[in-house]
T-cell receptor, first 113, second 112 residues
Framework: DGGITQSPKYLFRKEGQNVTLSCEQN?????MYWYRQDPGQGLRLIYY???????QKGDIAEGYSVSREKKESFPLTVTSAQKNPTAFYLC????????????FGPGTRLTVT | DAKTTQPTSMDCAEGRAANLPCNHS???????VYWYRQIHSQGPQYIIH???NNETNEMASLIITEDRKSSTLILPHATLRDTAVYYC?????????????FGQGTELSVKP
């Protein structure tokens, strides 16, 4: 089955540590996205990539970094510079010409203490 | 992008049609209406989109008024698994890197 996988589903880290969230898709989509969702709130865009080896900052990129070395993979690193890292992180992908029809992964819930 | 207004919550009986309204009175001619839903603790799921004609797919129907100032998402036979938050989003067809702007949405509860 085609889809997007994010792992792990739950992640716990100590403050001051960097942590990398995995996102893999086998939908052959060129565009991939990372969003953050806080309790009771909508999604906010962190980074997006429309092609391998290229990515752009979204609305809240500070304290985060990404890479896009392969079409299938778009890992997100939450660095120690991110002031409030505890959140639900969602990865999505789409065909470049249909960017508002995004397919989402199951999400990773990150808790930093 | 046009602002959307949706009721905060709605109930629906299992097996009945769920009609979820969305007001987008400031929509412009090149803006599409998209619907997503998010089941608790899962990623959002794309449902359907339209520009001015009514649309139907295997999940739902989208009815857009002739003046395009409002639309209704219809789940024809709601099941318990349709309990979710439903988001109506208005976007220009392709720009800004595909950012989806989710508002508060409508929390639909399907009851037995």
């Amino acid at each position: 089955d085609g889809g997007i996988t994010q792992s792990p589903k739950y992640l716990f880290r100590k403050e001051g540590q960097n942590v990398t969230l995995s996102c893999e898709q086998n939908l052959n989509h060129d565009a991939m996205y990372w969003y953050r969702q806080d309790p009771g709130q909508g999604l906010r865009l962190i980074y997006y990539s429309q092609i391998v080896n290229d990515f752009q900052k979204g609305d809240i990129a500070e304290g985060y970094s990404v890479s896009r070395e392969k079409k299938e993979s778009f890992p997100l690193t939450v660095t120690s510079a991110q002031k409030n890292p505890t959140a639900f992180y969602l990865c999505a992908s789409s065909i470049v010409g249909r960017v508002y029809e995004q397919y989402f992964g199951p999400g990773t819930r990150l808790t930093v203490t | 992008d046009a602002k959307t207004t949706q009721p905060t919550s709605m109930d629906c009986a299992e097996g009945r049609a769920a009609n979820l309204p969305c007001n987008h009175s400031t929509i412009s001619g090149n803006e599409y209406v998209y619907w997503y839903r998010q089941i608790h603790s899962q990623g959002p799921q794309y449902i359907i989109h339209g520009l001015k004609n009514n649309e139907t797919n295997e999940m739902a129907s989208l009815i857009i008024t002739e003046d395009r100032k409002s639309s209704t998402l219809i789940l024809p036979h709601a099941t318990l698994r349709d309990t979710a938050v439903y988001y109506c989003i208005v976007r220009v067809g392709y720009n800004q890197g595909g950012k989806l702007i989710f508002g508060q949405g409508t929390e639909l509860s399907v009851k037995p």
